[in-house]
């Protein structure tokens, strides 16, 4: 079983900045909704500690405080770029210190975070926009290990 003590602390802030990034590249991907978005992230954190005691490494992850990547980026497509970053190199991370199973359910925890962020605000009588759609596609290729 895979737990924080396994991880340096940059190698930590790694595992705990991917979720918050791929919320974020989701926000970014259409206009509006910015303050429901955050709050659905956040909501996303609660409904996986209720699933408490599945996985203790992603226990952990979901009880810290959601960190964000504090970078100053320039564009939504920079903070895009750098977010799909953090989530292959957290995937690359985790793949060679947790199990399998462990590394699926983070994996799982980023792409539900990354639909309740995309379906909390609809936009053109959607629940989620092409946009978000497309960027959620992104951060599912990225959690694979595909170049963004």
């Given amino acids: 079983m895979t ?3 396994d991880f340096s602390t940059e190698e930590w802030q ?6 918050p990034s791929a919320g974020m590249i989701v926000v970014t991907a259409q206009r509006g909704g910015t303050f429901r978005e955050s709050i659905a992230m956040a909501k996303a ?6 699933q408490h005691g599945e996985s203790q490494l992603l226990d952990e992850i979901v009880a810290a405080k959601p960190e964000r990547d504090h970078t100053h980026y320039h564009s939504p497509e920079e ?13 690359a991370l985790l793949e060679g210190k947790a199990t399998p199973v462990e590394v699926d359910e983070y994996r799982k925890f980023i792409v539900t975070l990354a639909h309740a962020v995309a379906s909390a605000h609809r936009e053109h009588g959607k629940d989620v926009s092409e946009s978000e759609q497309a960027a959620i596609d992104d951060i599912t290729a990225a959690l694979n ?4």
């Avoid at 790694?14 to 979720?19: G, M, N, T």
């Avoid at 954190?45 to 209720?50: G, I």
């Avoid at 903070?79 to 995937?91: E, M, N, T």
């Fill in 45 to 50: 954190y609660v409904e996986a500690r209720k």
């Fill in 3 to 5: 737990t924080k003590s």
């Fill in 79 to 91: 903070l895009k770029q750098a977010g799909l970053k953090h989530i292959r190199d957290s995937v």
């Fill in 14 to 19: 790694l595992v705990l900045e991917a979720p």
């Fill in 145 to 148: 290990g595909a170049a963004g």
